[in-house]
Every structure is written in C-alpha cells, then in structure tokens.
C-alpha cells in the first residue's frame, strides 16, 4: 500500500493521496514485458503501475475511478486546456498543442499527466509526448496521448473494510477449497500406498501446502523437505527453522543444503542461467531432491507434496500429479493446483499461519534471490534491500559479459535472463540483439566431416574439432561408457574403442572416429555414435559433480572419487541412461543433436 500511495504522490504531489492508511489494497498481475499490476482498492480498481525497463521506474496510470479520486489533491504534472476542447478531450480524443492554456512547466515527455479543465478540476489522464519546455516553439502537433477520460460520478471511496471481515465473508470458500484439496491428499495416500513427503521452499504456496497436509494425514508420519541451494535469502533460511517450531515439524524437517560455490563454479562455465535456460535448478535442486528421497526412502518411491499452481506459469497449467526425469522414484502432486494468490493470502490469514516476511517487503517470488524468472521490478527491490546478494549477481553478470564483449543493455535491461529474447521484451527495448546469437560456450563441438574409404576393414571415418583444447587426464574417467578405454604415456591423447568403432580424441580438442566393417553401417548409427561421444566429452568438461548422474545409475557404476566422476568398466552396461539426467546434455548442449545434424550435413 505505501508503494502505491509513494508512486502517486510522487507523480501528483505531496498532498495527492488517495489511498487511507486503513483501505484495503489488492495488486493483481496483469501481463506485461516485466511486472504490471491492476491497483485495487476496497474492491474498486482505480489503474495500474507498470515497471518500465528503459527508465527502470515504476509508472503509475490512474483509470476513470483513480482521476475521480485525485480530483482537488494534485499539484504537479497537470496540464490545462481550453473550453474548446473540453468535450472532445472527455470523448477519447488526444490533447493537442494549441489546446493548452497553461501547463506545470516541469512535465518531461513519456510523464504521466492529468488534463483539467478552467476550474481545475480533472477530466481525463494522459501521456506527453514532448516536454513542457518545447511547446512555447511549437504551433501544433499532439501534446500528450489520451489515456483515460475521468467519470465525474465516481466518488471518494467511503467504505472501509478489515481483513478480518473479508476472510468472514469468504469462509463458505475457503472451508470448501480446503474440504477439496484435503480429499485430494487422503485419495492420494490412499490409492500409492507410499510414504508422504512435503516440499517446503519457504514461500507461501508451500507454506498452505504443508497446513493442507497436517490437517489430511494428521497420523501420518510425514517428512518435510525445504532445499537451501546455497543462493537463498537468509531471511528464507532463518524463516524455515521459526516456521519448523511454530507448526511443530522441527523433528522431521530435512535440511539439504548446496554449497553456494557450486551455483557460481557453473555461472562461471556456462554464463547466467536464463528462463529458457534453467540449468541451476537441475544441480542446486533436483540433485540434493533426488539425494534425501535416497537417503530418506532407499527402498521405495514417495508422493511429494508440492505448492505448485498452474497461474504461476504456462507450463505448470498441465496437470496436478507428474514425476520429473531427473527424480523418477518422486510422484509430484499439487493439492492447490487451481488455486489463486488470493485465494492462497486468504487461507493464510484465515488460517493464521506464519508466512515469511520477505513478502512484506515487496518481494513476489521468495526462491532463489539469483533466479532469472523473476522480474526486474524485483531486482531492483533486491538492490535495495539485499545489496550484498545484488552486487554479487551484477558482477558475475558483468564478468561473463566482458568475457564475451557484450554491451552494457546486456546487465541493465535483463536480457542476461533469457537465451531468446521474447518479442514483447524485444519490441519495447528497440535493440539490436543479433549480439546474444554469437556468445559462444565454454567448450562446443565446431566442426566435422566425413571421410569415405575403399578399406574394406574400414569404410567411414569422421573427424572433428571442438572450440578449445582439453585436458585428456582429467575426464579420462568418463570413457568407460563409450567402450575399453587407452591413453598414452604422456596423456596427449585417449583411445577407446568396442566392437563396431574406434574413437581416438587428442588433447587440441581434434577427433576421429573409425568405423569398422558392418553389415548395416546406416547414418542414424553414425550420428546416434558421434552423438554418444561428443556428449560425454562436454559432459566431463563441465562437471560440476552434482550427482544426479550417481545416484540415477541403477548398476551403481558412477561415482565421485577425489572430486572426479568416476565410470566403473566392470559395472558399466552402456545403456546411456546417465545422459538423460546430466543438465549439461539436457540444458546447456539441448540444442547438439542439431547441430550434428547441420554439421554431418554440410
């Protein structure tokens, strides 16, 4: 509320308030090339603000009811116009220079302004399109776009309404969204017969989630499983410990913590994660998921619990029961699959739970505090209120982007959050962005060709190249899974070969592979074979040792020895399995099969 009331005041003036002290005020999400909501208050929507990328402010637009409010209270960005075009203003039409009679001689191009009459009083918003300092030069042309005309029948609001009465007058909803989500956890319990765990991030959606659960398997022994990845907000960790006592789970709350130089050792091979290029979450969460499920439940899957809505995002619209690839012996469910934000602060209130108080603060995502789906609104009130954690994101940012030469619009507008850049996003920034297609990764496959022969013991071979040399002895370990596995004396190179091909790959970064007499020696085997190798040579060059790799081979023919991913020969099966989980194949090179193509093609 006291963000909303500032952002007016400071468009209109010290006495322009239109909000009370005790009003109640809503801000619903509204679709936008960053954060947007609607502002209501006491149930009557008076505009909206918007978080502007360009200037990295919030602009504030008031609609008919918000004018209507601010009548009387303005002192700054007002412009006045003549009786001539009073009616046609009122009527939709822009504001146009010979119109204005006399304006706030302080009014830039792109403010936002209201348009008042000879008596002062408001009767429609607007934007400028020049400054208020040009218009003495000019004879014509539009001053300022009409946004909204003013509706002169809308009063101050006098209603003032509490909490309390609102949770009252929804209880019949609330008793009957708990009655639903209860059922649909006892059903669950039921039907899998498996032991019961709660995913608790520390936010309000799990937060609910986990009170639906005590509340459906009051019996149940149930753990509760809260990940700290290393780049949570302090506040989050300290608020899940108070939580713990307070709604007594303390003695069966897991804590899996992740060393937080993991999260910057991957930010420093393969740049900042992106929406569209969610690596982090494979390592920093689904690994030490996958871990304590292990550890927890060794002989048996487990229904996990989750504060999961379809609002949030497109892809979490699906369906309220999935499993995840990357933790296949976990069964996902969301009890308030349909459920709204407010429905959600409501059961909280209505319920009295303990939330964390980031949220008072401003914060909408309480996750990681590096995490690119959040918004720059967001980051900006990290700037403020978490400087520490803001200027370590900014300077892992900016050393990435120095590395690769990339402009400063790269670190200022957020682009680093994306590998794509949505149009809309694309469209308001009005930038040259061909410069994101060129950043190169760590270590990448560059080129190949192949080599045809009348030998009869070997007909094909490939050769190729990747981006940089590499260091034969430190992934030599990875070899096992391809076939028997050589190396020379001096480690200038590694050799491994099986029954159907060999494959030598020297340390500049240069390969071939020799295909020996077969009876079907098709292209799809020749691309499946490049494939399988060129995945486990980036695979072993950006290791980052999660373990996901580990604990997803059912032959036990993985592990991390001496801070080295070791593949066992005599437990190795090669059914590949491991590929399925590494996020460096499925993430970072999602794209190689492609590129073999292109490649092979060429």
């Known amino acids: 509320m006291q963000e909303i009331q500032y952002l007016v005041i400071n468009n209109f003036g010290s006495n322009s308030k239109v909000i009370r002290k005790d009003d109640v005020v809503f801000l619903n999400h509204i679709g936008s090339e960053d954060q947007m909501d609607e ?9 909206t603000r918007r978080y502007d990328l360009i200037s990295n402010e919030w602009i504030i637009k008031l609609n008919s009811n918000g004018l209507s409010l601010l009548n009387g209270k303005f002192s700054k960005r007002w412009v006045k116009v003549g009786s001539g075009a009073i009616e046609k203003i009122a009527k939709g039409a822009n504001i146009l220079i010979p119109g204005v009679v006399q304006a706030d001689p302080d009014i830039k191009k792109g403010d936002y302004i209201v348009v008042i009459d000879s008596n002062d009083n408001i009767i429609a918003g607007g934007i400028a399109r020049i400054n208020e300092s040009e218009r003495a030069q000019m004879e014509r042309g539009v001053y300022a776009k009409n946004y909204r005309a003013a509706d002169r029948q809308v009063h101050p609001i006098t209603a003032r309404y509490t909490w309390e009465e609102i949770i009252r007058w929804n209880e019949e909803e609330l008793l009957k969204l708990e009655k639903e989500a209860i059922s649909r956890i006892q059903k669950t319990k039921e039907d899998l017969q498996l032991p019961v765990l709660v995913s608790f991030s520390g936010g309000k959606d799990s937060l609910v989630t986990l009170e639906l659960v005590r509340r459906a398997l ?8 809260f990940v700290d990845t ?16 307070q709604l007594a789970f303390e003695d069966r709350l897991i804590v899996e913590s992740v060393p937080e130089e993991l999260f910057w050792e991957a930010f420093h091979k393969f740049g900042p994660p992106g929406r569209d290029f969610r690596y982090c979450c494979k390592f920093a969460k689904l690994a030490p998921i996958q871990k304590a499920i292990l550890q927890t439940f060794p002989d048996t899957k487990c229904i996990s619990f989750v504060g999961q809505r379809r609002y949030e995002s497109f892809r979490r619209a699906v369906s309220d029961t999935w499993q995840n690839q990357y933790v296949p012996n976990q069964i996902n469910v969301s009890p308030i699959q349909n459920w709204t934000a407010l429905m959600i602060w409501m059961y909280i209130r209505w319920r009295k739970l303990p939330y964390n108080k980031l949220y008072e603060e401003g914060y909408e995502r309480i996750g990681c505090w590096v995490c690119p789906s959040t918004d720059m609104a967001q980051f900006r009130l990290l700037r403020k209120n978490h400087e520490k954690q803001y200027e370590k994101l900014k300077e892992g940012v900016e050393r990435w982007s120095r590395r690769r030469n990339l402009p400063k619009s790269y670190w200022n507008y957020g682009l680093w959050r994306f590998k794509k850049i949505p149009k809309k996003i694309e469209n308001v920034l009005s930038l040259d962005l061909n410069f994101l297609e060129k950043t190169e990764k760590e270590i990448d496959l560059v080129s190949l060709q192949e080599e045809h022969s009348d030998c009869v013991t070997q007909p094909l071979s490939v050769i190729g190249s990747f981006s940089s040399g590499i260091n ?16 020379n004396k001096n480690i200038n190179f590694i050799l491994v070969s099986n029954k159907k ?21 098709t292209q799809q085997y020749v691309k499946n074979t490049i494939n399988d190798f060129v995945s486990t040579v980036l695979r072993a060059t950006g290791c980052i040792k999660c373990g996901l790799c580990v604990r997803s081979c059912e032959f036990n023919a993985i592990r991390i020895e001496n801070e080295r991913i070791v593949i066992d020969d005599t437990l190795c099966t090669q059914c590949n399995h491991c590929f399925s989980v590494c996020s460096i194949i499925t993430v970072i090179h999602k794209d190689l099969k492609n590129k073999i193509n292109i490649l092979t093609a060429e």
């Open 472 to 487: 034969i002895e430190e992934i030599q370990t990875f070899f096992p899974i391809l076939g028997k596995v050589q190396t």
């Open 218 to 225: 009051p019996e149940e022994n149930f753990n509760v499983l």
């Open 230 to 245: 290393g780049i949570e907000f302090p506040e989050t960790v300290d608020y899940v410990h108070s939580s713990s006592k």
């Open 39 to 47: 502002i209501i208050v006491n149930g009557i929507s008076i505009g």
């Open 501 to 521: 091909h060999t494959i030598i790959l020297y340390s500049d970064g240069t390969f071939r592979i020799n295909f020996k007499k077969q009876k079907e020696l």
